[in-house]
T-cell receptor, first 115, second 116 residues
């Protein structure tokens, strides 16, 4: 069975600085999708970035980028120029390409942004 | 596009009563919908996956007779918590996907259920 691990329960970053959130996963599939979701205090899940495993190029969305290391089964999220609005819970998620297409979520990392 | 709504956003009910939560895809047809439960400061726990017109598939440990899921149309799924008890108090989130191998889920804003 697939698993997703986020080893950092909480992280802090100074406003305008850069922070990296870690995520590792375990799977025997060769093709799959990985996601980072943000959950602010409103509890609405917001997609931050997605990565298709067959793509070698790391995904980038404005200030958010990932370091996808397929062999190491690692998928970290880098937030550059951190803003107060980035403060939230961040969840890493895995989705395979067969079966029910359900997501497997990590336990989350709470990000605090210090002014 | 790809907006999912949930109703109600908050509900308080008495112990022993049943409560229904609706999940709607507003601008797309959702072949597959998912129901999650989230405890405070915890991750999302998948309860069940529902496909339009068929019975829901429940995750291990989720009581199907207690959490009734109906996916009667391509835009609506409902979760009914039957004979609710205080331990059922939680935040319930639904998501929807296009199906047909589409990989992304679109999440609703969630429903906070409090059972007194």
């Amino acid at each position: 069975a697939q698993t997703v691990t986020q080893s950092q329960p909480e992280m802090s970053v100074q406003e305008a600085e850069t922070v990296t959130l870690s995520c590792t996963y375990d799977t025997s599939e060769s093709d799959y999708y990985l996601f980072w979701y943000k959950q602010p205090p409103s509890r609405q899940m917001i997609l931050v970035i997605r990565q298709e495993a067959y793509k070698q190029q790391n995904a980038t969305e404005n200030r958010f980028s990932v370091n996808f290391q397929k062999a190491a089964k690692s998928f970290s999220l880098k937030i550059s120029d951190s803003q107060l609005g980035d403060a939230a819970m961040y969840f890493c998620a895995y989705r395979g390409t067969s079966g029910t297409y359900k997501y497997i979520f990590g336990t989350g990392t709470r990000l605090k942004v210090l002014a | 596009g790809a907006v999912v709504s949930q109703h109600p956003s908050r509900v308080i009910c008495k112990s022993g009563t049943s409560v229904k939560i609706e999940c709607r895809s507003l601008d797309f047809q959702a072949t597959t919908m998912f129901w999650y439960r989230q405890f405070p400061k915890k991750s999302l726990m998948l309860m069940a996956t529902s496909n339009e017109g068929s019975k829901a598939t429940y995750e291990q440990g989720v009581e199907k007779d207690k959490f009734l899921i109906n996916h009667a149309s391509l835009t609506l799924s409902t979760l009914t918590v039957t004979s609710a008890h205080p331990e059922d108090s939680s935040f319930y989130i639904c998501s929807a996907s296009f199906g047909d191998g589409s990989y992304e889920q679109y999440f609703g804003p969630g429903t906070r259920l409090t059972v007194t």
